[in-house]
């Protein structure tokens, strides 16, 4: 334990207190310990009082020694005492609880700062954790909701004393994941650990990685009894076959799952020749897993048997719960360490341990894909083409209205099975966008992992929502998110299936030229044009590959690439074209399109007799099927298409994930004049940017969009390049900014809201004399501003394109930085895109990259390129600001003028709002349905 503050007086001395299961304080999350036991961590109250000290009191001596470095009797009630004062901005204290029972304490008390009566910006933290739940993980817990509350507060530094001897307590901080200074004097240890100082960097992703680390172990050990049970019980089977939860026992039963199976049925002894008793309570044991299938009433009931018994996880396949028995389910999950699949699920499946919990009327065949639906209609239909197509599933999961269990946890789960080579999700929906994008990201750089954009339309929006009571996430969001994090999107189902085909049986490509070779000239003309369409590059043999293969082919074929063969090659011939094809360095892929004939009916075949280590698709154009898998070299198998495009879209998303995989991604760049004070300056750019928002909202508590002056002290102060504005509140004061201009100007009302100034009149361009500045001052005045409000003069930018950036928050995913064609037209033209902050060098770059305009920044047919270097700093800079900033909900830069010599705004809009604190990767469960707007 380390050693907090003096506490205060002594009191008397009482027994354990085990605080009441009724209890839901305010500010309580949940969160696995690293053996995969559920704790909550909420705030201490003053009626904890009694809890707090019995628990110290019931400490060993020892352990009491290492936590106050004496043996005080009197220690347990003054550090009660002291955890449970008022709140207040000096200090914080938190307590961890499993099932109802206080099991440790942590808590920072403020030092003073260097100015009287003022907080500093560092503190000290003390942690308890009881005799019985040492080395789980509870005190590192702790100080990550420490870490992450402190962070909220501006706090830079923790500090702790801690005797020597003390080494877990020691290693709780050496293994934070945050560097930590150390000073040893007369046995006492005094750690200074500073806190990540900004949203981005090097540092806060170390700390990050760490974390992730630590929950991924957390989350693994609480599926377990989920995914590999070694004893299952359903509850709600009938005796007649039939029903769901019959199909379910009668499943288990087929897939020959090898653990203890039970039924929980009143009114029968045995089911399916499993026995079956009258209640949850009469179990022999308490199993790990129970299936739920019985109306909705009765659920939450059930749970809070099985909590009680022991049970480790629910799979609940029940539709129906209203709002209230929703809460009341996951609640009792929570209370009793339960980790929940469902509601309104089909089940779960593990083929290769014969476990099939699902009411699905075919049983899947173990394999090599893990597969999460939201959709448990469409689960099943995926687990029967990948059967079908010989994948087979490593494990699946309906989560249907996702309580609990998420496709976080299921991609944390194939991450470390050893079994799962790609993942494939549909998901409607995000409980916790950004930690789902940072958990994609990392296991899409291992294997890919596939989904399909639903709810894309309004109509698809409004029916995923009913489906899933949750509002579908906006497609640009979602794309922005799926992109950055390497996932393969497809727009419908049947693309899905045609891409996980590719995916689960070759290599990932490593460019982005395609050899085609086709025994029907037509059939290799329409795959070349699809490669065209998806950026693909058509392979043309040159040198003597093309000699080789003239020798090689029947005489007509055509061997410039495509590659036509004719009809009349033979098997072997064309295996050997295959091969020849397959050893051009020049050549990431193939496609092989083959018509079997009566002179070459066993054609296929020549995928199987030919040796090729380079990815390859293959097209029979009389195939029924519209994927199958052909035997191919050796013992690995060949997707085959019955069409050329959809072989060509297949590999054009696996040659994007190779792209995406081959990037280096990087960090988000520290910006030291924005982080780091100037000399003489005892705050940074940063800080002043949250005292100035901070202003802001205290003279407009609702929010609103920022003055001008305060706009662009807020933009320069983070480097992003904004041209110079006067405001002026008369024609005199409008004609000396025209003179100190020495050049054309724009005059511009400064209305706040208004989107599209041009078109509303309230911008005057290259102004050129002091007549048309007095007049343009004296028409912007009369049509928009009121008296007090000021006119902008700003010299005229000229040359360049015009671009926008922008940042749209979101409240789920954070900021939005958007970037396309500017000016006027930026909205009739559609020509943006988006990535989720914080944006890394190469985010921005394909941001850049990722508009169709993107040639006219370039360079266009002679046009001089504009700087992309400065474009690349600005888009960095304004995802920097946001990051920073939660309170800005909308930033529009419109335009921004990209020269050959820079990038510079020439306009700016900012919306602040009220926004609470908000920390994404802080390890927490669900307290309840999250929805998305």
């Not at 950026?535 to 061997?559: I, K, M, N, T, W």
């Not at 480097?719 to 002026?728: E, F, K, L, R, S």
């Amino acid at each position: 334990m380390s050693r907090a503050p003096d506490p205060p007086a002594p009191g008397p001395v009482e027994a354990p207190v085990v605080l009441a299961e009724s209890a839901e304080p305010v500010g309580g999350v949940y969160a696995l310990l690293a053996d995969g036991t559920t704790v909550e961590i909420r705030p201490a109250a003053p009626s904890d009082f009694d809890a707090i000290k019995a628990m110290h009191e019931a400490m060993s001596p020892a352990n009491v020694y290492l936590r106050f470095f004496s043996m005080s009797r009197v220690a347990a009630e003054r550090e009660a005492r002291r955890l449970t004062r008022e709140p207040g901005p000096d200090h914080v204290a938190l307590l961890a609880l499993a099932s109802g029972q206080l099991v440790g304490t942590a808590s920072y008390e403020v030092a003073q700062g260097k100015e009287g009566g003022q907080l500093g910006d560092t503190a000290e933290i003390a942690f308890a954790v009881a005799d019985s739940m040492h080395q789980r993980g509870i005190a590192t817990l702790m100080l990550e909701h420490l870490v992450s509350l402190a962070r909220g507060q501006q706090i830079r530094a923790f500090t702790a004393e801690t005797l020597s001897e003390n080494t877990p307590m020691l290693r709780v901080f050496a293994d934070a994941g945050l560097p930590v200074t150390s000073r040893r004097e007369e046995g006492v240890v005094t750690s200074t650990i500073p806190l990540p100082p900004d949203d981005t960097g090097t540092e806060l992703d170390t700390y990050l990685d760490t974390v992730a680390r630590r929950e991924r172990r957390a989350s693994v050990a609480s599926l377990r009894p989920v995914f590999a049970p070694e004893s299952v019980v359903v509850i709600g089977a009938g005796r007649r076959p039939g029903g769901v939860g019959r199909s379910v026992i009668d499943n288990i039963l087929a897939g020959g799952y090898r653990g203890r199976l039970y039924a929980v049925n009143p009114h029968a002894s045995q089911i399916g020749g499993v026995p079956s008793f009258p209640g949850v309570s009469q179990l022999p044991e308490a199993p790990d897993l129970a299936v739920i299938a019985v109306p909705p009433p009765g659920v939450v009931g059930i749970a809070q048997a099985c909590g009680a018994l022991g049970v480790r996880g629910l799979v609940v396949l029940t539709a129906g719960l209203d709002t209230r028995q929703s809460a009341d389910l996951l609640a009792a999950c929570r209370r009793h360490g339960m980790r929940l699949v469902g509601p309104n699920c089909f089940g779960i499946a593990v083929p290769s341990t014969g476990l099939d919990a699902t009411f699905s009327a075919t049983s899947p065949e173990p394999g090599v894909a893990g597969l999460v639906m939201q959709s448990g209609g469409l689960g099943f239909a995926m687990v029967d083409q990948l059967t079908r197509l010989g994948i087979g599933i490593s494990s699946f999961a309906s989560v249907g209205n996702k309580l609990d269990v998420s496709s976080n946890d299921m991609l944390m789960w194939w991450e470390q099975d050893g079994v799962t080579k790609l993942a494939v999700m549909y998901i409607e929906s995000f409980g916790n966008p950004r930690k789902f994008a940072r958990t994609a990201r990392r296991v899409s750089a291992r294997m890919p992992v596939l989904t399909v954009h639903a709810g894309r339309s309004a109509a698809g929006q409004q029916a995923a929502a009913s489906h899933t009571a949750a509002i579908a996430t906006p497609l640009v969001t979602r794309e922005a998110l799926f992109e950055q994090a390497g996932i393969i999107a497809t727009p419908g189902f049947g693309e899905l299936v045609e891409a996980t085909a590719l995916l689960a049986t070759q290599p990932v490509p490593s460019g982005a030229t395609i050899a085609i070779v086709s025994n029907v000239g037509g059939a290799g003309v329409l795959a070349a044009d699809a490669c065209t369409d998806l950026g693909l590059a058509v392979h043309h043999p040159r040198g003597q590959d093309r000699q080789a293969l003239r020798s090689l082919a029947p005489e007509g074929s055509a061997v410039n690439g495509p590659v036509d063969t004719t009809a009349t090659i033979s098997r072997e011939e064309f295996r050997r074209v295959l091969e020849l094809l397959a050893t051009d360095e020049g050549v990431d892929a193939i496609i092989a399109l083959v018509l079997p004939t009566a002179a070459s009916p066993d054609l296929p075949a020549s995928f199987a007799d030919a040796s090729i280590a380079k990815p390859l698709a293959a097209v029979v154009l009389n195939q029924p099927e519209a994927v199958r898998l052909l035997d191919g070299p050796g013992a690995t198998r060949v997707p085959s298409y019955g069409y050329p495009e959809a072989a060509v879209r297949a590999l054009a998303r696996a040659v994007r994930y190779g792209q995406w995989r081959a990037r280096p991604h990087g960090q988000a760049p520290r910006f030291p004049d924005i982080e780091d004070p100037a000399p003489g300056a005892s705050a940074s750019r940063a800080d002043e940017a949250r005292a100035l928002v901070r202003a802001f909202l205290a003279r407009t508590p609702g929010g609103g969009w920022l003055p001008a002056a305060e706009r662009h002290a807020l933009l320069r102060g983070y480097g992003i390049p904004v041209a110079p504005i006067t405001a002026v509140h008369d024609e005199d004061a409008a004609d000396a900014a025209f003179a100190l201009a020495s050049g054309p100007v724009v005059l511009k009302a400064d209305v706040p809201g208004l989107v599209h100034k041009s078109p509303a009149g309230a911008v005057l361009l290259d102004l050129r004399t002091e007549q048309d500045v007095r007049a343009g001052y004296r028409q912007l005045r009369g049509k928009f501003q009121a008296p007090q409000d000021a006119v902008g003069v700003q010299p005229m930018v000229t040359g360049g394109t015009e671009v926008m950036i922008g940042v749209a928050d979101d409240q789920m995913f954070g900021p939005l930085v958007l970037f396309g064609l500017g000016g006027v037209a930026t909205e009739v033209l559609a020509d943006h895109s988006a990535r989720l902050a914080p944006l890394t060098a190469g985010d921005a770059d394909a941001l850049i990259d990722s508009i169709r305009s993107a040639p006219l920044l370039r360079g266009h047919h002679g046009a001089p390129a504009a700087d992309l270097a400065a474009l690349r700093d600005v888009l960095m800079r304004v995802s920097r600001l946001a990051d920073d900033l939660p309170e800005i909900s909308e930033l529009d830069l419109n335009p921004v003028i990209a020269r050959p010599d820079g990038a510079v705004a020439v306009d700016a809009r900012i919306r602040v709002i009220p926004q609470p604190p908000r920390d994404p990767f802080l390890r927490r469960l669900r307290l309840r349905k999250m929805t998305l707007i």
